[in-house]
């Protein structure tokens, strides 16, 4: 009994010295990608983009999404804030928002959101100079290859020590746009989920 016991505290000594030394060290810049491919053209896809009241059909837990100081008619534009209302599904009681600063938009092409605040302060906490981008390009046999993009600098010691063992479950779970669902799930013809 007495070398099991002895085991098990060297074990857990090594373990949180391992998780420790996994924590340590300066900040560093992460990055995750995902890109899906399908059958539709380009002008559907970029709809799907372009009307951002209609995000929440695939912006995961979204809500509502609305731009600080505009009416809902109007597009979105650099420098524009947008604020994304979450909710979990089940959970309403656990509704938090998202505020984003938009650093690119191209309603055919392309849109860079940084993240400037978030309700719970927990991926602030976490990462710093946190932006997500879609982006729309045809692919090579046809149709239209959607590519989404994550980057970000690592803020503190469990951002490093998440990043280092399992960045793209980290990363996945503050990447909110369901891609799939962004194109119609039924006409995908391939997706690649690895982080790059």
């Known amino acids: 009994m007495k070398r099991f016991l002895i085991g098990l505290l060297m074990f857990t000594i090594l373990s949180v010295g391992g998780c420790l030394w996994l924590a340590r060290g300066p ?3 992460v990055y995750f990608e995902r890109v899906v491919e399908t059958h539709e053209p380009p002008a559907r896809i970029q709809r799907s983009l372009e ?10 837990f979204t809500s509502d999404v609305s731009i600080v100081g505009k009416p809902t008619t109007e597009l979105p534009q650099v420098g524009d804030e947008l604020v994304l209302t979450l909710v979990p599904r089940g959970h309403a009681w656990r509704q938090y928002t998202i505020s984003t600063q938009v650093e690119e938009w191209d309603p055919a092409r392309k849109i860079r959101l940084r993240l ?22 045809p692919a090579e046999l046809g149709g239209t290859r959607v590519r989404g993009e ?37 006409s995908s013809i391939g997706v690649d989920l690895s982080p790059r």
Do not use: C
């Open 27 to 29: 900040d560093f810049p």
């Open 51 to 60: 009307r951002y009241r209609s995000w929440p059909q695939w912006h995961h």
């Open 116 to 137: 400037v605040k978030d309700g719970k302060g927990k991926v602030s906490a976490m990462f710093s100079d946190l932006s997500w981008s879609i982006s729309i390009e």
């Open 150 to 186: 994550l980057r970000a600098q690592t803020a503190s010691g469990r951002a490093r020590f998440f990043s280092r063992i399992s960045e793209r479950i980290l990363l996945n779970q503050v990447f909110y746009p369901d891609l799939q669902k962004m194109i119609g799930e039924r």
